[in-house]
């Protein structure tokens, strides 16, 4: 790793590049928690580009913020908010601000690293962009995560990824093809509030067969697959039906 921290808090990194070889499995910046969490870092003005795994990968953090990083050419996701790998403990109360992926080999946006295992708890994000991932744009793992403005482009698989847990909220949020889905959702209430899709191949938003309590209002563009009527629709421009 180009830099790696563990039980640190109150520290600022910020105004430079943080370039890896490209190769091996090292991540541009890491911060887990050991015995201790680490608390109140600040990440602003960052490039962080051509690591061999992750741009920036946080574990068991709180009370962080992120502004204006940009994560770009990596060799797994863009940002990674996961369980810590010294203590298991989970990053809680982020905040994020103009974020930006671009061509990163996994997902743009990883907030919580994987189904099953909650990595991130209580986080708000504003204006994340990505573009031109070989994964997904991004899959949000926590909960009570809320994303407010988005916009994705080019995610070969899906665009948005809500998978398992519960409670989050995406506003305004796009996504731009080429991909097969804007908005896969896999958990209960979920909100989607101004979501729009554009160049998708498949569904716009796909609700998950045993889903409940999620709530769409005024998305356009494409076709809402809801199958087993887990979905309410508000204002929306497309059709209602087995598929909205």
Known sequence: ???????????TVRNMTIQGTGAGTG?????????DTPADNVFENLLVTTNGRDGMRLGGTFRTIINH???SGNGRDGFRFARSVGSSAVNASMHGYNLTTNSNTGVGFNLGEASGAVGLRNAD?????????TAGGVAVY??????????????????FLYDSISNNA???????????????????????????TNGVTGDAINVCASCSEVTIIG?????????NGGATVFGSSVATGTTK
Do not use: K, M, W
């Open 27 to 35: 991540s541009g910046i890491v911060y887990d928690s050991s015995v």
């Open 125 to 133: 994000f504003y204006a994340l962009v990505g573009d031109t991932t």
């Open 219 to 227: 998305h356009t563009g494409g076709t809402i697959t809801d199958a």
């Open 69 to 71: 990083v940009q994560a």
């Open 170 to 196: 995406c506003y305004d949020c796009h996504a731009e093809g080429p991909t097969v889905t804007g908005f896969d959702i896999d958990a209960q209430t979920t909100l989607l509030v101004g979501s729009s």
């Open 1 to 11: 790793d180009v830099l790696n921290c563990i039980d640190i808090t109150g520290t």
């Open 142 to 159: 926590g909960s009570n995560i809320r994303i407010f403005g988005a916009h994705i482009e080019a995610a070969a698989t899906i665009a």
